[in-house]
C-alpha cells in the first residue's frame, strides 16, 4: 500500500490536473461560440452555390465543352483524399474518427486496384493516417500560427488541389472533415468535391425555369466551379473548427468529472490509511503501558 506522503502528492497532482482541464473547458467554451456562428454563416452562401450548380450543372452535364471540374476526366483511376483535421489534440474521437472514414475509404479504394493520394490539412490528422499509408501522402497543410480560419487558408488548399488536377494527378477528389451538429455531436463526412457533385433540384416535379445568361453558360461554370471548391474547402475548415471546440469542450469536461473521482478515491484511502496508522500508534502505546 502506497505511504501516507505518496497518496498526500498523488493527491495534489490529480487536483493541479483538474484545473488544467477546467480551464482548458472554459477555453473550449468560448471559443466554440465565435466557432459555431462562423460555422452557421458560412452554410447559407455554401447552400446558395449549390442551388445555381443545381440550374448551371444540370443542364451542361451533357454539353460538349462542361469543364472537367464538373463532368470529370472520364476515368477514375486516381483518387485523391483530402483530409481535414486539427492541428492539436485533446479534443476526444475528434482526429481519430475522421481519419478512421478516411482510411476505410483508402483501403475500399485500394482494394479494388485504384490508386490513392492523401492530402493532409492538419496535424493530428498526417501523424495517424501516415502509421499506415505514409507513402501516400503528397502534401501536408498546417495552420498552427493563425488564430481563426479564414478563407485565405481555404485558397490555399484548393489551390494545390487545382494545381494536381489540371497536371492530371488525379480524376476524383473526396473531402473529409467533421459536420458539427451540437456540442456532443459531430458527424464524420466523405464529400466528393471534383466532379462537382451536382445536388438535385428542388422543383423536379414540375419543368425547370428558364433562365438566360450574359456571359454564357460556359464561361461562368469555369469561373464558378474554381469558386464553388474554395467555398466547399472553407465550409469544411469552419465544420471542423466548431467540431473541435465541441468534441474539446466535451472532453475536458469528462476528464474534469474523472479527475473530481478520482480525487475522491484518493482522499477516502488516504483517509483510510491515516486512520489505520493511528489506530495502529495508539494500540502499542497502550500495549508498553500494560506491559510496564
Known amino acids: 500500500m502506497a505511504s501516507l506522503k505518496e497518496l498526500r502528492n498523488r493527491i495534489a497532482s490529480v487536483k493541479a490536473t483538474q484545473k488544467i482541464t477546467k480551464a482548458m473547458q472554459m477555453v473550449a467554451a468560448s471559443k466554440l461560440r465565435r466557432a459555431q456562428e462562423a460555422a452557421e454563416a458560412a452554410r447559407p452562401y455554401a447552400e446558395r452555390m449549390d442551388a445555381v450548380l443545381a440550374n448551371l450543372g444540370g443542364a451542361m452535364l451533357t454539353s ?51 490508386e490513392v493520394k492523401i492530402l493532409c490539412v ?5 501523424d495517424i493516417l501516415k502509421r499506415q499509408f505514409a507513402n ?9 500560427d493563425v488564430r481563426r480560419i479564414g478563407y485565405a487558408q481555404a485558397e490555399t488548399v484548393s489551390k ?26 459531430q458527424v464524420p463526412t466523405g464529400q466528393q468535391v471534383i466532379p462537382a457533385s451536382i445536388p438535385e433540384r428542388a422543383d ?3 419543368e425547370p425555369t428558364p433562365y438566360e445568361y450574359e456571359p454564357e453558360e460556359t464561361e461562368i461554370m469555369n469561373d464558378l466551379l474554381p469558386r464553388n471548391l474554395t467555398t ?17 469542450m466535451s472532453a475536458m469536461d469528462n476528464a474534469t468529472r474523472n479527475a473530481g473521482d478520482m480525487i475522491d478515491k484518493l482522499t477516502l484511502t488516504y483517509n483510510r490509511s491515516r486512520q489505520a496508522q493511528i489506530t495502529k500508534e495508539l494500540i502499542e502505546i497502550i500495549s508498553g503501558a500494560e506491559a510496564l
Open 136 to 144: 501516400l501522402i503528397v502534401d501536408t497543410f498546417e495552420f498552427t
Open 204 to 206: 423536379d416535379a414540375g
Open 122 to 126: 492538419g496535424r493530428k490528422g498526417r
Open 160 to 185: 494545390r488541389v487545382l494545381d494536381m488536377f489540371e497536371a492530371g494527378e488525379f480524376d476524383v477528389a473526396t473531402l473529409f472533415y467533421s459536420a458539427f451538429k451540437n456540442v456532443v455531436t
Open 232 to 248: 466547399q474547402i472553407f465550409r469544411a475548415l469552419l465544420e471542423n473548427a466548431a467540431s473541435e471546440q465541441g468534441a474539446r
Open 64 to 114: 460538349a465543352g462542361a469543364s472537367p471540374l464538373l463532368v470529370g476526366t472520364g476515368k477514375d483511376d486516381v483518387h485523391l483524399l483530402i483530409v481535414a483535421t486539427a492541428d492539436r489534440g485533446l479534443c476526444g474521437g475528434f482526429n481519430s474518427s475522421i481519419a478512421r472514414l478516411a482510411r476505410e475509404k483508402t483501403q475500399e479504394l485500394l482494394a479494388q486496384g485504384k
